[in-house]
């Protein structure tokens, strides 16, 4: 047996919220749409990860969803100029990452990073 993909589900009673964010400022594309179910995603292929955290990392709270950007500083203004309050950062980390956090249309908290 292989695992192919994990889908992280988010229960909501207002499915077009995730649109702002998740479409129109991190440009993910509307991969299936139910009505009841918005899928957003990438045609590219990922690698298959699942994270277990006892802390965030530099003694932060433990992200809900971590989003790999080709540019963490063009996703950050993008985040500010759409309204979304940033939670930290941005900050340049030891192991190797530039990050922030912000809270996405739900209250999830999420992690968007670039490795340097």
Known sequence: MKVLRIVANTETRDIAAAKRFYQDVLGLDLLMDMGWIATYGSQQTMAVQISFMAQGGSDTPVPDLSIEVDDVDASLDAMKA?????????????????????RDPFGRLVNILSHR
Do not use: H, L, S, T
């Open 82 to 102: 759409a309204g979304f309050a940033i939670e930290y950062g941005p900050a340049d980390e030891p192991w190797g990452v530039r990050r922030f956090y912000v």
